[in-house]
Structures are given as structure tokens and as C-alpha cells.
């Protein structure tokens, strides 16, 4: 099913190149810095309970597609507001069966074909002929103790996997994992938008946690601030190297003290309007600046999601259900603000991501070609894919060089296709390297080197691991 | 002229493969579900007058190069609002031989030499030196019967060919061609510009058409949303599958029944603003939905368009003289008030087109890839291009998939070009497929089939036909 | 360290096409009608001061990049505003050695190997192990008379070489080139910012030094565009055959006289306000079209670029520091009132530039397609890389056709990196014709012809030279 040469040119010459580039990466260990597993899953070590719950429940990339062509949400068992979630799991695996081929020409694809092949030896492509064998061999592999969370997590070679974690999380399961003596390193990310986002459910109240947690008086934007410092440091206690920061917009703000108090009020009391509350997080953005200036924090920002777009689907069954929208993002005056204040710093690293791609040689090559502080996160989310991939490396390198990105996020809640993601990853970069060796634009000595940079080293860096 | 091989990959692995999936595509049917042809062509049946009236004057991509360049639409024959149109059509023919190599690299190169040849056996690049010959011989060609409309489009082994049509048209000519016994199918397409867009030539003598046609009193909204239901079921009752519909933005708006009522009135003064002007027709396109969600018409919205951009052009020749340019062009907040309503509907689709590729990746594909309703059309109009196919495939196709999108419209009023609009359109799919094959990105044997989705049956389906 | 085949693509056939054009142009003369050397250069004809002085301070490319990696401006002897330079220009080429390899994958890395093998002989890759030696072998070249400006002029084989000018200089370095009797054509371009950007520094100032020199009154509207068309005429008397006109946006305007002299006035007195400056600027876009229409002088725009982005930069280094980041730009409503007055013209071109790529399919392409007046100017800055120059083929030739585009602008300080920035660009244009060659898009003898066009004819037709 899987060919030793997938995702390389056809062309000869760059194929041999990119596979001898290949074979030097192919089997170094996965540094995932970014990503939504479950920190419990690590702390708890429990069997995945079956198939359906494993591939297809979790993966929005899957629901998403089969939703789109009139399967109902329902039908594929993903979990309601109101509690209900019904669907046998062996249904919702002869569903994903049946209608596989609507992934023909999508990473998913690409990712289910491997983890079927490399983690359950399964090297026929799925059908609905064999969808009902195929559930019963899975099925009968994660009761093994070798499809533990921890064994596949030792199996698939990850060197360390950090996840994305709230300031308000006590962070007992990356305790846990601490306290029980097993090696693999998880890392918890501080992602602060249940305190920072006014719309968050429980916006007020998870304030107020945050002030008890950290015995601060939240009632004043210093001690606000004071609560998610020390937080942070909280976050660092347990390994955290890096915060997270998802917002609809890039747009950052410098208030003067009296003005920044004086929006912390507006906010707190609930009466804020949408405009103040942007400029809120627009002025947050700039604060984690200037704590990450101060505690060394690698900072990420992913604008530009427009959150639960289909209303029927938010109101039945919440969030992350694949309707997440992106929308045409906007850098170079909307980082300003911050970028006057910490963009000549090298005290830390603040890592851009982006949703449209034409900002990628408009805006942000040229920014992160310039500013210190600056580094370009790899393609997220919908352009995770081999074409999104190589558009990244097309439009980014000619400015940006490939030393101010920051290697590959695998950024999923899908634990199975971690190994293939990244696989597919670093057979891109592979590919568009051996291009550009056969294209005599870089030597081929270097190309050894750069893929080494890209695989492990920029990644460490960048995130200090 | 035409290489077997042309529009497929140069390397030889994917070529093969390429030529392969076209040997198995190239001579199916012809499925034109959007188009701009004269249903009086086939009603009548008469001969098309000369080579200039065939393939120069009406073909807005061939005139706009040529004005481009600094030659006048007076020379070229096109038709002013005075009623003037001065020029010897031999003459014409001259000019555009002289600057035929203005075409170099454009498809409209691709199309002309394929009809040049296919039709009419002549195998060498038109030329300044063999203008007059070719004229001559074209000009003999077009009495004779075989080129005649309908024998061409049983020539062209066309399966189906919609027209797009004004809801005030009798449809005569449709009449007149399904009671002439002629086997040709040529079906009607709804399109309301004239009677929603306030700006539109005789707006208001329009409505009141629209009213008179239907016996309905469009002096309320709800007999004009009436009076479009009646038209919209006389389109039906003669073959219509499909709606369409041109409008300078995305915008779509559901207003409650009070504030459309009273939009209307406002619009139907003849006083209205702008901004209501837009408003009124982004509340249509949200009713429109509704209908289609009743009748099951497939709706296409094709949004983005300047038009008239050229004063002095608008102003001497009219409209549709190539001076439309896109625009950058919003889909996701625009659009989220119709898909709030009919978004989750499975009972027709809602086709997207975009003149502003950067939606592709950004917002069309994350759209379609969710929402049930939607589907992409294929690249329009300026990007109906090898390149600008290509660059759809590349961009849509990881996060869409293939079975969101549905299949090629060829759009035009120049007839000898639809064979070679197809063509160019099958041979890039194949040529995109060859690589993902060579790539190892699919299996052989499901390009074979997505090749003939692509080609029939996403269409037929997308449009019911 | 250059191989002969670089930048072809890597496919054989295609490959083979795009070397057999390369040599038909190789060696034809360099057309250089946009760029920004030191006309000082050739007038004293004096040696360039050292390695550093000559490679690296003077290019923005390669320092913008070392900067974005935290090495200080200060260390790599950029001059500061305070008029202190600090630093060993050996120290600084070795600061570039160490750090080569930042510039892997950019464009930067073709023109500096290509600079020193092609000019100094040096055939291995820079490193910090032969930095020194290098130094020491530049050095004493530069020395030499073969290595004086003129010298070098000649020996690069440049025909003609377009410097860029204030209204307000003197061109007296332009006047002792020509009063020298050295045959080098060197020519004055037309920029007058200075006195129509209400933020330039002493802007007041530099209209009245306007009216000096050309005995206009300028405290009319009147009076200023007459000194305006004074200053034109002079740059004519010289060899100016274009004007230059860098905006933040393509806002145009086309205001009645009354309108246009009270706004004069407004910005005369120094109290306008960002908006009326905007709109002044884009009042005399059209004013500048309409001038150019009377005496022929080439219009080029180069819009869309933020200027000192970076306020600690600016603040201590001044302007042109690598923190000027492109911005989305509109062209399609911008242009429309310079366009509906002048677009219909074949007296004069104007040249469009962009750094928003997503403009070339959509709006750029789409316009010059059209519009008799406009050409599409080359790819510019951040994007005058192999990857840009190739996207803009393939996202312009199929609407614009190559005959609406304008060949090469090299557009650099960097005066040793002329010749190879012309190889690089005359490398992808053949790589471009070599595959649509190869896929029978193009005969191959129309490549011959398109080649020469883009490399000589069509830059001496666009610029008048």
C-alpha cells in the first residue's frame, strides 16, 4: 500500500536525491512540540477502547469530509451537547469504510494508509469488503498491552510530545506521568484563551479561579497579570517551554497602564462589547510578549480561525466539530504594537502561524526575514497537507531561509497519525530539497545538512527542548 | 499542430499515466452545464455568417488581448451602442492573424489551434501569410451543413448544454427546439440578475414584467418572491436544473420578514441607496436558497466580478467588451447567513465560484469540505486556464477532496471553443492524477475512476442532469 | 560552485529546451531600466572601498537576514543615523562567512556565488575557513582598474543602466558622465516622492527648493505642476525616459480643479492630516499619468510597501534598513479614476508593480489584459527570486499573454549583483518556455522569439530605450 518512493518527484534525478536525503531522517525520533493529545491517556496508560473512538471520533479531518457529503454526525457517533452519542462503533467503522474514497487525493489518506500499514500490519487498502475484518483485527490489537498509550508512544519513537494545556488545568495528569518513574517526556503548553478570550464559556468565573489558584487579587489588572505569571511559572515547574495563543486576528496593542486598567475593568465586568474585547486580547498578546521577554517562553500565535461557523452544529454537539472556518488574516500592521516592543529581542522566540497563505511571501516571510524575535510555525491545520507543505517551503525559503521556521507540528488529537504526519513531513522537505539540488540551487552537501536543521535541530531550538 | 502528448507532465512516469487516464476520457460525451451559447442557434439552425462573427467577435478573451495592444474595437468589428459596427470581416481576420502570437502561452491559443484543426483540418499556426486562405476556407466550411449549430453539437458529441437565460425570457427558442424533433438536449438557466439587481438596465420595468408574466402582484415582496417561484417552475417545466447568479459580493443576509418587506418597497421606489441595493440582493440570495431547498434546482453563485470597468468601453460598446476585472472577494462571514439556514441541507446543491484563487486554500475548500450543501465549481473565466486548473486541483482538492467538486463548465458564447474547452480540461485533471499517481499519492487503479467522476458523473449529479 | 544547468528544471526534455534557448540570450547586452546604483559610481569612477563596504552594507537582502538571526547591525558596520559606523569591514565579511549558510534556498545565495566566481574566479562555496583568503583576494581586485565602476560596467555588458532620481538633484553626476566622453549610458529616472509625499522629511522645503529651481510659483496648484513639468523635461534633456512613483497603496483620484487646489493648499500649509495626504498622493498619480501622456515619459507605481516597519531600526539606523514589509494592496478600485481618464491611452505606459502576489491572477493580469495603457512590471523584491519570477509567469502569461510584460528590472544597489540577477532571471524564463515547450504548449520556435522578446525587445519597447 505504501510505496518506499510516495511523495518524492517523479523526476529521476531530484527522486534519487530526495530518497538518499530520506533515508537520513527517515528514522530519527519525533519531536512533537505542539499538538492536543490527552495528558491523561500518558498518566493513565488505558487501552483506547475501539477503533471508531480511535480514528474516526477524535479526527475532525474525517467527520468533516464524510459530514459534507450528507453523513450525519449522528450516524458517525460524535458526541452530543445533551450527553446522547449513539452509534455502534462497528456501524461507524463500515461507514468510514464505505465512503473512504472521498480521501483520494487528501493527507488523510495518506495518514490512515500508514498507521494501518506501520502500526497494525494491514497493507490492503480499506473497503468496505474488508471493513468488518479490519475493525476485528484492530480491535483485538488495542486490547494488547503493545497498543498502550505509553507502549505505542515508546513504539512510535516520540523524544518528547507537548500538549496544550489551560492556565486553570491543575495539571495533574502531566504530574502523574512525572510521578510514575515511566520516561517518556510529555510537556504541558500554556494556552491561556479561557482567560484572556471574553467569549470563553465562563469567561468571569474562570478569572476568578485564576486569582484563587495563584492567591492574587484579579480585581486589578497587575494582580490579573501577576495570577498568569505565575501561572506560567507554574507551567515551567512541570516543563512547559512554550505558550500558545489562538486568536480571530493577529492584532496586537501597547496601552498606556491607565488605559490597559482601565479595559481590564470594562472586561472584568462582564459589559464589555466585541470591539473592547478584541482590543483586549489585542493588548494580552503584547503582555505575553513581555512575559516570554522576562521567563523565556516560546511564544505561538494561530490567528485567524473563525470558530464554530455552522451554528446547528455548534448548538448540537460544541465545539471542534470540523467547522472552524479561516478567514483572510492581516500581519504586518496588526503585530506592529508588539513588534515595537520586543520584535528586536532574542530573549525569546514568538513562532506565526497562519490560516491564509498568501501572507506567507506578502507578510511573513519578510517579517521573520527581519525581526529577531520572529519565526515562521510550519503550514497549520487545512494546509498540513503535501501540497501545503511544499507551497510553504516555495513561498517562505526565497525570504525567509529555511533557518527561521521551525521544523514540523503534528498538532493533532489523532495519537495514531502522529508517526505518519510527521513522516509525510519530512518526506516533502526531502522532495522539495532534492529539487533544489537537482536545480543546482543548493549544494548537495548542504541539502545533508538542512534536513537534519529542519527535522530535529530548528525544532529544539526554537522551542528550547 | 496539437501533440498527442500536449498539457500532460514532461517526465515520463507521470505522462504515461496521464495518457492513460485520458485514453479512457477523451471521447466521452460532452456534459455543459453553464454556458452563455444563443439558444437561437439551434431553434434556428441557420448558418453562423463569417470566421470574424464566429470566433472574434464574441469572444471577449480574444478582443481584450487585441485592445490590450493597442488595437481599436472599431477594427475589430464589435458591435457599438450607436448601432455601428464598421468593419470587413476579412479585415478583422487580418488583424487577428497578424497578432495571433499576442496568445502565446494564454489558452486561448490552445482553443483556437484545436479548432482549427479538429474542425476544420488545418493543421499549420494561423499566420499573417495564411490568413486569407484560412478565411477562405473557413468561410466555405461554414455554408455547408455540417456546420451548422446542431450538426456541430451532435459533432461535438455534446450530452447536454445549458444556456443561462433571464426568468422575463418566453423561452421561446427552447420551446422551439424541444418541439422541432431535434434530439439535442439544450436546457434553460435561471438567472435573475435583471429582476434583483437594482442597477440592472429597466429594473423596475422588470419587476413589473415579472409581475405582468405571472399574474402575481409584485407590489409586495411576497408576490414578487412569488411571481420568481412561478418563473423558476416554468424554467423546470422546460428542462432547468439550475439557477445562477451574478453578484458583485459574497453577501448574503436573512432578514426578518418586516425588514425584508420593508427593503423591498424601498427598492421597488426606485429610491434606494447602494448599500440597500446590496442588501436586497444579499437577502435574495438567501430566498433563492430557500427555493432551491424547495424545488431542488441547483444553485450557482458566481460572485466578484467589476464589471464595466472601462468607462469609455462601457459607454461606446456596452457591456461584456472584457473590461470585467475580479476582485478580491470575503466567502466565510459573507456567506454564514444563508448557510446558518440551508448550510445542513442535503436537498440541493449550492455550487461556489471564485475569480479569487486565494479563497481557494483559505476559504472555499474548508467551506465545502464541511458544510453539505456546498460544492466548488471549477476555475472561472480568467483562470480557466491550464495553469489556473492546476492550481484548483492543487489548492482545493487536500482539503475538499475530489467529491466536492463537480466536474468542468466551459462558460462561453464562442461555440467552436467548447470541444477544446473540455479538452484542455480533461487532459489537466489527467495530468494532475498522472502526478499523484507517480507520487504514490493514489492507486492506479482510483485515478482510473476519479478521472471518470470527474468527467461525468460529478457533473450529473452536481446538476442533476 | 555554478552549474551550467542550474535553475532548468531537472525533467530532461525540458530541461534540454531551456538550455537551448539560454543560449540565444546569454550573452546579449543588460537592459537595466529600474534600479538604484550610484550614478556617483560612474561619473568618478573611483575604486569601491573594500569587500564589506561593497557586498554587504549596501545590500538589505543580506543583512535584513543576518539581522533577523540576532546579529547586530551595529557589528556589521551599518552606518547610523548619529553618523557612527563601527566596525571592521574584515570582521563583518567574516561575520557573513560564518553565517552563510543562512541564505540557503534565497536568491541572495545565486547572485553572491555567482558574483564571485564569475568576477573573481573564486569557484568554491564561501565558508568561514576561506573567508579570510577571499577578503585578501577582493580586496586587492578591487584595487585593480578591471575592478573600477566603469570597468565593470563594460565588462558586465550593460547597454544601458537607469539610476533613480529626485526632481530636486542637480544630475550633475548624470551631466559629468555624459561631459566625460566614456560611452557607458547611464540614465536618470524620475522619483519625485520627495515632493509629493507629504511625509517625506522637510517636505515643505523641497517644494519650495521646486519652485527655485524652476522659477514656478508654488503656492499655486498651477505653479507646482508646471515646476513638476519643468523638472520632467529637464530629466528628458538627460536621457530620462520613465518615472517612478513609490506609494503605500494604488489609490488614484481624479479631483475637479477647485478640489485639487484647495487640497493643494491644505498641504502646502503643513496642517493636512494623514487622509488628505493620501488623497493628494493619489490625485498625482493621475496628474503624473497625465503629464506622461503629453511628454511619453514610461509611469511605473510601485505600491504597497510599509516603510520603516521597525521603529528601534529606524529610529537609530534611518530608512531602507530591511524593514520596509509588503502590505495587501487593491489595484482594481485604486486604479479606476487614473484609468477611466488615461487607460484608454497608447501615448504612454504604465507599468504596474506589485509585492501582493495574490493580485497578478486576480487583478494585475486581468487589467493589463485589457487596459491599452498598462504592462505588468517584473517581479519585485522579495519576490525577484527563481521561485517569484516563475509563480508570475504562471499566474500572469495566461491572462496578460507575455506581451503586456515589460522583461527584467534588476532593481538593486548591489551593483555587483546586476549581471547575475539577469542570468537568474533569463535562467527562469527559459525554464518557464523549456517546460511549456516540453508539455506542446508552445512551439519551440515561438520560444526562440518569446525569449528574445522578454530578454531585450519588450524592455527597450516598455522604457522607450
Chains 1, 2, 3 share one sequence.
Not at 334 to 353: A, D
Request: aromatic letters at 12%; hydrophobic letters at 35%; glycine letters at 6%.
Amino acid at each position: 500500500m505504501l510505496d518506499p518512493m510516495r511523495l518524492f518527484p517523479s523526476e529521476p534525478t531530484a527522486r534519487a536525491i530526495a530518497e538518499k536525503l530520506y533515508d537520513t531522517v527517515r528514522d530519527l525520533p519525533l519531536i512533537s512540540p505542539h499538538g492536543h493529545t490527552d495528558p491523561a491517556w500518558f498518566a493513565k496508560d488505558e487501552a483506547f477502547p475501539n477503533p471508531a473512538a480511535l480514528f474516526i471520533q477524535p479526527d475532525h479531518y474525517i467527520f468533516r469530509m464524510l459530514y459534507s457529503q450528507g453523513i450525519t454526525l449522528e450516524s458517525l457517533g460524535i458526541p452530543q451537547n445533551n450527553g446522547k452519542q449513539q452509534a455502534d462503533p462497528r456501524e461507524v467503522w463500515r461507514i468510514f469504510a464505505k465512503h473512504y474514497y472521498l480521501f483520494r487525493g487528501t493527507p488523510t489518506r495518506l495518514w490512515f494508509d500508514y498507521a494501518m500499514q506501520e502500526n497494525f500490519g494491514l497493507k490492503d487498502r480499506l473497503t468496505p469488503e474488508n471493513a468488518d475484518e479490519y475493525y476485528e483485527i484492530l480491535s483485538k490489537k488495542l486490547e494488547t498491552p503493545e497498543f498502550r498509550p505509553r507502549a505505542l508512544f515508546e513504539k512510535f519513537n516520540i523524544e518528547v510530545l507537548s500538549t496544550t494545556d489551560s492556565p486553570l488545568d491543575s495539571l495533574e495528569h502531566h504530574i502523574a506521568i512525572r510521578e510514575s518513574g515511566w520516561k517518556g517526556r510529555v510537556l504541558p503548553t500554556f494556552r491561556p484563551d479561557s482567560v484572556i478570550d471574553a467569549e470563553f464559556k465562563g469567561f468571569i468565573q474562570n478569572i476568578e479561579n485564576l486569582g484563587a489558584m495563584t492567591h492574587e487579587s484579579i480585581v486589578s489588572y497587575k494582580g490579573y497579570l501577576n495570577a498568569l505569571r505565575k501561572r506560567r511559572d507554574y507551567f515551567i515547574s512541570l516543563g512547559a517551554t512554550a505558550t500558545d495563543h489562538g486568536h480571530l486576528t493577529a492584532m496586537t496593542a501597547d496601552l498606556d497602564p491607565g488605559a490597559a486598567e482601565a479595559l481590564y475593568q470594562r472586561i472584568l465586568s462582564g459589559k464589555s462589547n466585541p470591539e473592547e474585547q478584541q482590543l483586549f486580547q489585542a493588548q494580552m498578546l503584547t503582555e505575553m510578549a513581555g512575559m516570554s521577554n522576562d521567563d523565556g517562553l516560546t511564544m505561538q500565535i494561530h490567528p485567524g480561525s473563525i470558530r464554530n461557523h455552522n451554528k446547528q452544529v455548534y448548538e448540537k454537539f460544541g465545539r471542534d466539530k470540523g467547522a472552524d472556518i479561516p478567514s483572510p488574516t492581516e500581519y504586518v500592521r496588526s503585530l506592529r504594537p508588539l513588534l515595537s516592543k520586543y520584535g528586536n529581542s532574542t530573549k525569546f522566540n514568538l513562532i506565526l502561524f497562519t490560516l491564509d497563505e498568501s501572507t506567507f511571501s506578502r507578510e511573513l516571510a519578510p517579517l521573520a526575514g527581519h525581526y529577531p524575535v520572529l519565526r515562521l510555525g510550519p503550514p497549520w491545520w487545512f494546509h498540513d497537507s503535501p501540497e501545503g507543505m511544499m507551497r510553504f517551503r516555495e513561498t517562505a525559503t526565497e525570504t525567509a531561509g529555511f533557518y527561521n521556521t521551525v521544523g514540523f507540528n503534528d498538532d493533532t488529537r489523532a495519537f495514531l497519525s502522529i508517526p505518519s504526519r510527521h513522516d509525510v513531513a519530512r518526506r516533502v522537505d526531502c522532495a522539495f530539497l532534492g529539487r533544489m539540488v537537482a536545480e543546482h540551487r543548493l549544494d548537495e552537501d548542504e541539502a545533508f545538512e538542512v534536513v537534519q536543521d529542519l527535522t530535529v535541530n530548528l525544532v529544539k531550538k526554537a522551542y528550547k527542548l
